[in-house]
């Protein structure tokens, strides 16, 4: 399998805390994209970020990337209760298909 | 541009009977994903379709599941002689390209699929 671990799988934090989610993944990338899913939900697309990159910010959102220790990080800051959700890393593979990692629920207490 | 469609929301079936799940990608998307997801889980990809092609079914058992995307009408995915297995939540994603060096997936809101 060319996805690897999210830790943690579980987080529970209070309502301005910051949530750092971790992800890794096995093989070489082109990029790595984090999605959200609210319960009962589809997927919605968070961020990309590209393989020669290495941090990337959009809004709370903050996702670093380390190649070298193939793995990556997503940092939620001054979280809300609206931030309630499971989040995924996921790799490009061959042919495009999104390969996803078992993701973290985040649960922000208000 | 309405977003990624999927219908029935809900599916329930029972053992034996044949699942269609449909998926209408977004306008001028032609590059269709669909993914599986088991309760507790991650997506799990299964097949990956281009207007009257499939392209990548790797993910897909081979025995009774098969997929379409015909020139026109929605994207089809078939799952025959349903077991309770095949219960999971069904997604399916669009774009407009193929996914690649920066470009993201579109995805609908699922189908969820019990067998009873």
């Known amino acids: 399998s060319q996805q690897g671990e999210e830790d943690p799988q579980a987080l529970s934090i209070q309502e301005g805390e910051n949530a750092t989610m971790n992800c890794s993944y096995k093989t070489s990338i082109n990029n790595l994209q984090w999605y959200r899913q609210n319960s009962g939900r589809g997927l919605v697309h968070l961020i990309l970020?590209?393989?020669?990159?290495r941090e990337k910010h959009s809004g709370r959102l903050r996702v670093t990337l380390d190649t070298s220790k193939k793995s990556s990080s997503l940092l939620i800051t001054a979280s809300r209760a609206a931030d309630t959700a499971s989040y995924f890393c996921?790799?490009?593979?061959?042919?495009?298909?999104?390969?996803f990692g078992q993701g973290t629920t985040l649960q922000v207490k208000p | 541009n309405a977003g990624v469609m999927q219908n029935p929301r809900h599916l329930v079936r029972r053992r034996g009977q044949e699942a269609r799940l449909r998926c209408s990608p977004m306008k001028g998307h032609s590059h269709v994903y669909w993914y599986r997801q088991l309760p507790e889980e991650g997506l799990k990809f299964m097949v990956y379709?281009?207007?009257?092609?499939?392209?990548?079914e790797s993910g897909m058992p081979k025995e009774r599941f098969s997929a379409e995307f015909p020139k026109e009408g929605p994207s089809i995915l078939r799952i025959q002689q349903v077991v309770r297995g095949d219960s999971a939540a069904y997604f399916c994603a669009s774009s407009p390209i193929r996914t690649g060096e920066g470009n993201e997936q579109f995805f609908g809101p699922g189908t969820r699929l019990t067998v009873l």
């Open positions: 996921a790799t490009t593979g061959n042919t495009g298909k999104l390969i």
């Open positions: 970020i590209r393989s020669n990159e």
């Open positions: 379709l281009q207007k009257e092609n499939i392209i990548d």
